[in-house]
T-cell receptor
Framework: DAGVTQSPTHLIKTRGQQVTLRCSPK?????VSWYQQALGQGPQFIFQ???????QRGNFPDRFSGHQFPNYSSELNVNALLLGDSALYLC??????????FGPGTRLTVT | GQSLEQPSEVTAVEGAIVQINCTYQ??????LSWYQQHDGGAPTFLSY??LDGLEETGRFSSFLSRSDSYGYLLLQELQMKDSASYFC?????????????WGLGTSLAVNP
């Protein structure tokens, strides 16, 4: 049984560019949450998707958007990248609101 | 606002016992979770307390006092592999609007 997978593992982008990160949830899970984790910090909640809709959103600008597909996989899009967007982006899946299982993350570097 | 406080660093020796405290100020509290994260890795779930009291899972135990807005993670018989960051996280919101609010993490160093 595959756990949560994310792609790519590492990514380098330039300021102003756009990026799309992908997440496949653990089998049987229907809810996907995205987090941003800066170096030395705890994860910061970006948003959560359930039934292909954004259900909850953290304190992130509209440059951060997402999508959930019928197979429960999800994408995180970030437009107009800033240097401060450099971080580890974590995807977590759960069945409804039960415990979250995290993927390995995507390390984004913005230069 | 919503906030969690936990010590930034803790150091202990192999075989010892260490307690990592977490105090919180949140609205709509539904429970306290603990996660472990090794350098470069993803957070992994350790334990969850929805009600007051102690939950034990092997060498790890977690405690919650909702009246004191306080919880702790207790690690016994420490091993070198326990060196990692430990995060407390509070579940807030109801139904499909639940989310986790995270502390900044406690870096645990286990020395020989």
């Amino acid at each position: 049984d595959a756990g949560v997978t994310q792609s790519p593992t590492h990514l380098i982008k330039t300021r102003g560019q756009q990026v799309t990160l992908r997440c496949s949830p653990k089998s049987g899970h229907d809810t996907v949450s995205w987090y941003q984790q800066a170096l030395g910090q705890g994860p910061q909640f970006i948003f959560q998707y359930y039934e292909e809709e954004e259900r909850q959103r953290g304190n992130f600008p509209d440059r951060f958007s997402g999508h959930q597909f019928p197979n429960y996989s999800s994408e995180l899009n970030v437009n107009a990248l800033l240097l401060g967007d450099s971080a580890l982006y974590l995807c977590a899946s759960s069945l409804a609101q039960n415990e979250q299982y995290f993927g390995p993350g995507t390390r984004l570097t913005v230069t | 606002g919503q906030s969690l406080e936990q010590p930034s660093e803790v150091t202990a020796v192999e075989g010892a016992i260490v307690q990592i405290n977490c105090t919180y100020q949140t609205s709509g509290f539904y429970g306290l979770s603990w996660y472990q994260q090794h350098d470069g890795g993803a957070p992994t779930f350790l334990s969850y307390n929805g009600l007051d009291g102690l939950e034990e899972t092997g060498r790890f135990s977690s405690f919650l006092s909702r009246s004191d807005s306080y919880g702790y993670l207790l690690l016994q018989e420490l091993q070198m592999k326990d060196s990692a960051s430990y995060f407390c996280a509070v579940r807030v919101g109801a139904g499909n609007n639940r989310k986790l609010i995270w502390g900044l993490g406690t870096s645990l160093a286990v020395n020989p």
